[in-house]
């Protein structure tokens, strides 16, 4: 699975669109971007997987750059509640994946 | 459906004594996975079951530990011996096994070795 890169910590406010960079230059072809949360004193949370084209769910978007080495998940409107750390996974879809490498993550926190 | 839970969500033991952690996955999911946080990390794989197959093992699974799925539903992981070293959040998680990236994670067993 190809390795990730993202901040340790960032801030937001709440009501604002949040925006967590992530980069994968070693991403290969046939390995696609996962996006999952971790509450404090929760299990992580899955939110947003993506190939190559943007993605958008209830919960977020996920743009994704042309040549794919980098991504950017977004929370439209932040809340208190998605305070958390985020993990950004790369790695093959289903079938050929089994389990999850998490790296550090960012630790967004949302301020009123 | 009510989710991955896991049982105790707290245990504190003595160094050198055995514990037995459990975890109940969504019902009609066919995969079960273990994980291992410690403060400040991001989870890392333990091991995972298909039905009652355990398919894989990470390193980080020593001999004193040991994990069993005997009837493809609940799951146990048992850790003998106990060092400090052990301490941790032992999170389960589970998943169709068409749709392995999507796991579901229970809230987690927080183990304190003293």
């Known amino acids: 699975d190809a390795k990730t890169t993202q901040p340790t910590s960032m801030d937001c406010a709440e009501g604002r669109a949040a925006n967590l960079p992530c980069n994968h230059s070693t991403i290969s072809g046939n390995e696609y971007v996962y996006w999952y949360r971790q509450i404090h004193s929760q299990g992580p949370q899955y939110i947003i997987h993506g190939l190559k084209n943007n993605e958008t769910n209830e919960m977020a978007s996920l743009i994704i750059t042309e040549d794919r080495k980098s991504s950017t998940l977004i929370l439209p409107h932040a809340t208190l509640r998605d305070t958390a750390v985020y993990y950004c996974i790369v790695r093959v879809a289903a079938f050929a994946g089994n389990k999850l490498t998490f790296g550090g993550g960012t630790r967004v926190l949302v301020k009123p | 459906d009510t989710g991955v839970s896991q049982d105790p969500r707290h245990k504190i033991t003595k160094r050198g004594q055995n514990v037995t952690f459990r975890c109940d996955p969504i019902s009609e999911h066919n995969r079960l996975y273990w994980y291992r946080q410690t403060l400040g990390q991001g989870p890392e794989f333990l091991t995972y079951f298909q039905n009652e197959a355990q398919l894989e093992k990470s390193r980080l699974l020593s001999d004193r530990f040991s994990a069993e799925r005997p009837k493809g539903s609940f799951s146990t992981l048992e850790i003998q011996r106990t060092e400090q070293g052990d301490s941790a959040m032992y999170l389960c998680?589970?998943?169709?096994?068409?749709?392995?990236?999507?796991?579901?994670f229970g809230p987690g067993t927080r183990l304190t070795v003293l």
């Open positions: 998680a589970s998943s169709l096994a068409r749709e392995a990236d999507t796991q579901y």
